[in-house]
């Protein structure tokens, strides 16, 4: 007997019941991406806050410099060497001082939620910046950097490592933001559910933080620097500037001793 095909009828109800399949198991499928992407994410700043703790270890309670080429001991080099704007990148994080103690693996730098790779006017590879109050960047009259690692009070509390969300084609300097006029400047990158960041503190530990302002989202998602805070919000700006590390000192920054 010859097989009867199916009707146009039967074909579209077939169609319906996979695209139904399809939009229900979709969600669950994200999920399970964004929560793979957020585990190697922890797992690479944990790898980089150990070889950041190392450092110090291996130089007399020194922090490694927290900008990228600046100094010969800083974290990163800029890019450098020949190849794509991609492989430069990588040669800049081979020549950085934390590179040894990280295991010699250029993919620890990188969050695979980034996607600025994809786009031909960023295509950055690192994804982290180290906080400019750790040796880093300065702002002046905003914070004294702290260059020992006695200089931080309260290691558990301050982040070193910083997912960064800068448009200008690699992450330049250190994760800025400004404890003295209590506002942010670069903006932190949240690449992961659309609402959390992976954060590395100076005790090693290391968190998937969720922000609650809508600010801060839009604030990485428009790539905004020193974007003001509503008078309605500000959670995230205060954790942060609690968060951020710097030299403990009883006078004010910028004042008389």
Known sequence: MARRGLTLVELLIVIGAISLLAALSFPALLRVRNQAQGTVCTQ?????????????DENDDRLVGGQIGKY????LQRPTGAGTIL???KEGVRQGALFRG???NVDVYRCPADQRVLNSSQMAFCSYSIA??????????AYAPAVKYSDIAQPATKCVFVEEADPRGWNRGSWLINPALKIWVDPVAVWHGGSRSGLGYADGHVEMHRWVDRSTIEMSRDFEFVRPVPPTEGQDLRFML????QKTTDAPVGGAP
């Open 242 to 245: 609690a968060g951020f590390p």
């Open 132 to 141: 400019g109050g750790a040796n880093g960047e300065t702002l002046q009259n």
């Open 44 to 56: 690479n700043l944990k790898t980089l806050s150990l070889a950041w703790l190392l450092y110090k």
């Open 72 to 75: 010969s001991y800083d974290w």
């Open 87 to 89: 492989e430069r990148q």
């Open 102 to 104: 990280a295991g010699g």
